[in-house]
């Protein structure tokens, strides 16, 4: 998420949100951004102006920014907050297919590999505020977008209208919501989810082992395997859309084909099972000796499971992991999956004839990647 400070807030009085341009039409909801040793004569009908300069148009009465580097980084379309402090955040990429809310920074699970660690404050009032404001500014082409935390589902009612809003002004959006699924072990919660009925909703619910001491430890959370399992089972009887996910490091490599099978004989209901890879961020530094594995030292484990899957008729993916060191028959399994602000390729990648077709990275991977990283030859 873009966040541009130094800024300098002239006539603003609370915080506004708007969707940026740099064309010559107001209508209220937009923010006229103007560029570095751009000047206008007249300009009228914008909520706000975002301009370089350090002074507003003369003709300009209303609120705006001032003193906004780097403002090339707006495009058209984005949808940003600014506030009375000269804060801008980007809530919306225009030319992005990975967009995300983030629902809240509370969490029920303090998972040893978070990437985002939960903080205990009550946010729930002002994001909710903030995405009243956002959502029906996002176009109605929009293809998908991630709903995430922490965990959404502690809004409580706010998770509901949350998923409202979005089916409402996004009603043709891919909606992505990773969720512990813990709450969806109370049938009243799951079922205020059925009434709902947002069809292209899909829950990501982690599940870290075949048995509850591992997953719970996995989680820090005493109770969280029950509350999961049976969390999906209410899901399934919705018909609720989920998604597996599973995150591979030294801790769950051991029983993966265990949990493979667990999985298929438990939630053949699922669409989607995902094996990820680890990303060194948020806890995993901390964690390092329990959690980092080189990722070659477990492609059997790893095949096993996704190949016990995908013969059971399930569709399987592998996430954040790199082809160069997976056996080729993993491949067609292989997606890429990592955000586009946080992908990178590391110097070792270059002149690697499958780069394109390749995943990549997280950035935070250049201090913590396999020993193996190699350019491969084209594909043929």
């Known amino acids: 998420m873009l966040r541009l400070r130094g800024i300098v807030a002239q006539g603003l009085q609370q915080s ?3 969707r940026v341009t740099r064309e010559k039409n107001g209508d209220g909801t937009r923010f006229l951004v103007l560029d570095a040793g751009q000047e206008v004569e007249e300009v009228t009908g914008y909520g706000a102006i975002l301009t370089a300069a350090p002074a507003l148009p003369l003709t300009w009465q209303g609120p705006g920014l001032t003193h906004l580097l780097h403002s090339e980084q707006l495009e058209e379309g984005d949808v940003v907050s600014v506030n009375t402090a000269g804060q801008l955040m980007r809530q919306y990429r225009a030319n992005s297919m990975q967009n995300f809310l983030l629902a809240t920074e509370r969490c029920n699970s ?3 590999m978070c990437s985002q660690p939960p903080k205990d404050r009550d946010d729930t009032g002002y994001l909710l505020d903030l995405y009243r404001q956002v959502i029906p500014l996002i176009p109605a082409s929009c293809p998908e977008l ?3 935390g922490g965990e959404p589902t502690l809004l409580g009612e706010g998770f509901f209208e949350l ?3 979005c089916k409402h002004y996004l ?4 909606l992505h919501c990773l969720t512990n699924g813990r709450s969806f072990a109370w049938r009243e919660f799951t079922e205020r989810l059925g009434e709902l009925a947002v069809p292209q909703l899909m829950l990501g619910i982690p599940l870290y082992a075949d048995h509850a001491p591992l997953h719970d430890y996995v989680v820090q959370a005493r109770g969280a395997f029950d509350q999961t399992v049976r969390g999906l089972h209410e899901l399934a009887a919705i018909n609720q859309r989920v998604e597996i996910r599973v995150v591979v490091h030294q801790l769950t490599v051991p029983r993966l084909g265990k949990l493979a099978r667990f999985i298929y004989r438990n939630f053949p209901f699922v669409e989607h099972v995902t094996f990820m890879g680890l990303e060194n961020t948020g806890y995993t530094p901390h964690n390092r000796d329990k959690l980092w594995l080189d990722p070659v030292d477990y492609m059997e484990e790893l095949g096993e499971a996704v190949e016990f899957l995908a013969a059971h008729r399930l569709h ?3 996430y954040n992991h790199q082809l160069c060191l997976l056996p080729e028959r993993l491949w067609g399994f292989a997606r890429r999956s990592i955000s586009d602000w946080k992908n990178v390729y590391l110097p070792g990648c270059d002149g690697c004839g499958v780069k ?4 990549g990275f997280f950035a935070s991977s250049t201090t913590l990647h396999s020993a193996h990283i190699r350019p491969l030859a084209s594909l043929t």
């Open 16 to 18: 506004l949100v708007g």
């Open 171 to 174: 009603p043709a959006t891919e």
């Open 146 to 148: 991630g709903i995430t």
């Open 316 to 318: 399987v993916s592998i």
């Open 163 to 165: 998923l409202s809003l």
């Open 356 to 359: 394109e077709q390749c995943g």
């Open 110 to 112: 303090n998972c040893l």
